[in-house]
């Protein structure tokens, strides 16, 4: 069973935070060192073939590992110019929005969506989330970022709770807030992966029960995540297989290294072609 916990950010747009979106993050490393080395002259036709084998010489020697597709990739000018186009919108959203820090993620993102229809600028989701990654980080004391609005009432609701065995006082339990003053409506927060926790609980025991006893009083911003439960057996081979074996006399251990001393003085005598006698002399004058 997974317990899920919001995920909170803070965001801001600066020329340091924005500057990464210019390089692909599986090729950050090579990326970043031909910027450094041919800086804006890499966006113009014919300049990554003209330096093709330094680029790969350097990813050889600084064991970058390359297959035909991340190959082709690196030297791709639409891919270059692709990340280029991406760093220009989120410098017009800096320009436009400003650089203040938000601690309210939701506001940020509506804010974001509004200057990109205002400015004119058509992003992928995919394109959009970079950007929106890129300036922002987990903060705890940020609000939590809302994922959608649902409006629960009549068989709608009455499925919900019978999907997840509760009454409706706690649905927050699992993952669904009543907003205030509109009824039947609620929230759904985005989880946080980093924060996300596992429980095993005994096959005869209530998931719901053992929450409110085991996670709520330690968290109380968690909530199930009933989809994600699994049922199966957890086998401890120690406990049914291992066997004890007692430890070995100090006597047995010493006479074993005795015998080894033994065996390996006759194979030196053996090498050299020299008496046993000789050998267990050396040293002991």
Not at 17 to 27: E, G, N, Q, T, V
Not at 45 to 50: E, I, M, R, V
Not at 95 to 109: H, M, P, R, S
Not at 265 to 279: H, K, T
């Amino acid at each position: 069973m997974a317990i899920e916990r919001p995920d909170r950010r803070s965001a801001q747009f600066t020329k340091k935070s924005i500057a990464p979106l210019r390089f692909d993050k599986a090729l950050a490393v090579p990326m970043e060192w031909i910027y450094g080395q041919w800086g804006d002259a890499i966006y113009t036709p014919g300049t990554l073939a003209d330096h093709e084998r330094q680029i790969l010489a350097f990813c050889e020697d600084n064991g970058v590992a390359l297959n035909s597709k991340s190959r082709k990739k690196l030297l791709s000018l639409v891919i270059w110019k692709k990340h280029l186009e991406l760093v220009e919108s989120a410098q017009s959203l800096m320009t436009a929005i400003g650089k203040d820090e938000f601690n309210d993620f939701n506001l940020f993102q509506s804010l974001v969506n509004k200057t990109l229809k205002a400015l004119k600028l058509k992003l992928s989701a995919t394109e959009k989330k970079a950007i929106l990654n890129a300036v922002s980080w987990y903060d705890e004391t940020a609000h939590r970022i809302i994922k959608t609005k649902v409006k629960l009432t009549g068989d709608k609701r009455s499925k919900l709770l019978t999907h997840l065995g509760c009454e409706g006082k706690d649905l927050p339990d699992f993952g669904f807030y009543p907003t205030e003053g509109k009824k039947g409506e609620y929230l759904t927060f985005e989880p946080c992966s980093d924060l996300r926790d596992h429980e095993s609980i005994p096959l005869k025991g209530n998931i719901h029960d053992y929450f409110k006893a085991e996670v709520i009083p330690h968290v109380p911003e968690a909530w199930i995540n009933l989809d994600s439960v699994k049922i199966g057996y957890e086998i401890s081979f120690n406990k049914h297989f291992y066997r004890h074996k007692p430890l070995r006399s100090m006597e047995a251990v010493a006479k074993d290294i005795l015998d080894l001393e033994h065996q390996a003085e006759g194979l030196i005598a053996e090498i050299l072609g020299v008496d046993v006698a000789v050998v267990s002399g050396v040293g002991h004058e």
